[in-house]
Nanobody
Framework: QVQLVESGGGLVQAGGSLRLSCVAS????????MAWFRQAPGKEREFVAS????????HYADSAKGRFAISRDNAKNTVYLQMNSLKPEDTAIYYC?????????????WGQGTQVTVSS
């Protein structure tokens, strides 16, 4: 069974930074696009950023553009989300997800999430 384990969340003041990591196991990591999503209390889960299999292309939600950066290290089976200039509205549980092969934009495995709380 595929495992995705996120880490790096925490409590940070507005304007601060965090780097999330997601370590994948039991899969050929370099064969899959990966993404980060988030879910705030009382809201639906939303897309944050994605990266292609080889890391050559990335895509961001408007809310993340210019502040967040997704990257990956295929040698370490890890995808990262660098978050800068954090705002209170970034408070959410952040999840990494594996993209289905051949079905862009669809995701079939999810991690358990890591909590990010941004105080004002």
């Amino acid at each position: 069974q595929v495992q995705l384990v996120e880490s790096g969340g925490g409590l940070v003041q507005a304007g601060g930074s965090l780097r999330l990591s997601c370590v994948a196991s039991r899969l050929t990591f370099s064969a899959y696009g990966m993404a980060w999503f988030r879910q705030a209390p009382g809201k639906e889960r939303e897309f944050v950023a994605s990266v292609t299999r080889d890391g050559s292309s990335t895509h961001y939600a408007d809310s993340a553009k210019g502040r967040f950066a997704i990257s990956r290290d295929n040698a370490k089976n890890t995808v990262y989300l660098q978050m800068n200039s954090l705002k209170p509205e970034d408070t959410a549980i952040y999840y990494c997800a594996r993209e289905r092969i051949g079905v862009p934009g669809k995701y079939d495995y999810w991690g358990q999430g890591t909590q990010v709380t941004v105080s004002s």
